[in-house]
């Protein structure tokens, strides 16, 4: 079965700190995707990356970077100098679109909280 | 095209009474999906359609749910006899599964308060 764990619930923050959202996903598939979404205050859920599990390169844009390893299932999520914009809940998600028609299998969710 | 829209964004309604949401997808996409968010949880899949074919439900579906996507095209989420428990966001997504695609662009969901 696949799942995807997000072991902080919330995290705390002073503006311009670095913060490290972790995820951790299980699958016995060997061709898949994840995925990073954030959920702002409004609801609303915001594509921020996909990534397929032939591509190990780490991903940098502006602030947010992205580490994917294979070897230890994770895929985590990094923001450089946080800024209270970037409060929200952010979700990691795995899926498989050739066999299970793409659905997406959510993480619990970080709440991370920016303050001034 | 702005996006998914979703219709209402609230609802309402006493326990036993039916209730229908409407998901219109990104022009062109020809997976539509729909989830279900409680507070404090991640997006749980209900189902999904390519083109106007059902092709998955998940288990959470029971038999008071029904969705359709008549033309392929927009699509609605019936649930008849609410419960308090069906008290959720309810998120549709659409894709097109083309050769850099596969994710998916939500709508901004529709809150059902069951009372």
């Known amino acids: 079965a696949q799942k995807v764990t997000q072991a902080q619930t919330e995290i705390s923050v002073v503006e311009k700190e670095d913060v490290t959202l972790d995820c951790v996903y299980e699958t016995r598939d060997t061709t898949y995707y994840l995925f990073w979404y954030k959920q702002p205050p409004s609801g609303e859920l915001v594509f921020l990356i996909r990534r397929n599990s032939f591509d190990e390169q780490n991903e940098i844009s502006g602030r947010y970077s992205w580490n994917f390893q294979k070897s230890t299932s994770s895929f985590n999520f990094t923001i450089t100098a946080s800024q209270v914009v970037d409060s929200a809940v952010y979700f990691c998600?795995?899926?498989?679109?050739?066999?299970?028609?793409?659905?997406?299998?959510f993480g619990q969710g970080t709440e991370l909280s920016v303050k001034p | 095209d702005t996006g998914v829209s979703q219709d209402p964004r609230h609802k309402i309604t006493k326990r036993g009474q039916n209730v229908t949401f409407r998901c219109d997808p990104i022009s062109e996409h020809n997976r539509l999906y729909w989830y279900r968010q409680t507070l404090g949880q991640g997006p749980e899949f209900l189902t999904y359609?390519?083109?106007?074919?059902?092709?998955?439900k998940s288990r959470l579906l029971s038999d008071r749910f029904s969705a359709e996507r008549p033309k392929g095209s927009f699509s609605t989420l019936e649930i008849q006899r609410t419960e308090q428990g069906d008290s959720a966001m309810y998120l549709c997504?659409?894709?097109?599964?083309?050769?850099?695609?596969?994710?998916?662009?939500f709508g901004p969901g529709t809150r059902l308060t069951v009372t």
């Open positions: 997504a659409s894709s097109f599964p083309g050769t850099e695609m596969y994710e998916q662009y």
């Open positions: 998600a795995l899926s498989d679109p050739y066999n299970q028609g793409g659905k997406l299998i």
């Open positions: 359609f390519q083109n106007e074919a059902q092709l998955e």
